[in-house]
Nanobody
Framework: QVQLVESGGGLVQPGGSLRLSCTASGIRFSPFVTGWYRQAPGKQRELVATITGGSTNYADSVKGRFTISRDNAKNTVYLQMNSLKPEDTAVYYC?????????WGQGTQVTVSS
């Protein structure tokens, strides 16, 4: 059974940093596309970043501020978020795209507010 568990969310002031983690069981992140998505209240879920092998991809809104990485030995994916803005407030979800089959975590809340 595939399970993705996110952690690391919380409340942070504008300009602050957080690191999200996503650990998988029942599936290996490598070699599949792994990503972070987010959903703000009243909005659709949107792509934040993906990683496949050594390639990464970012939404324009987070380029230069967020970094996605993967530790294959720990089967964990990370999202380092710096220079956070109030508009980054959302529930963040981890995702694996295994040849068209989608697996999601339960999400972790990130709130950026003073």
């Amino acid at each position: 059974q595939v399970q993705l568990v996110e952690s690391g969310g919380g409340l942070v002031q504008p300009g602050g940093s957080l690191r999200l983690s996503c650990t998988a069981s029942g599936i290996r992140f490598s070699p599949f596309v792994t990503g972070w998505y987010r959903q703000a209240p009243g909005k659709q879920r949107e792509l934040v970043a993906t990683i496949t092998g050594g390639s990464t991809n970012y939404a324009d809104s987070v380029k230069g501020r967020f970094t996605i990485s993967r530790d294959n030995a720990k089967n964990t994916v990370y999202l380092q978020m710096n220079s956070l803005k109030p508009e980054d407030t959302a529930v963040y979800y981890c995702n694996i795209d295994k040849l068209g089959s989608q697996y999601w975590g339960q999400g972790t809340q990130v709130t950026v507010s003073s």
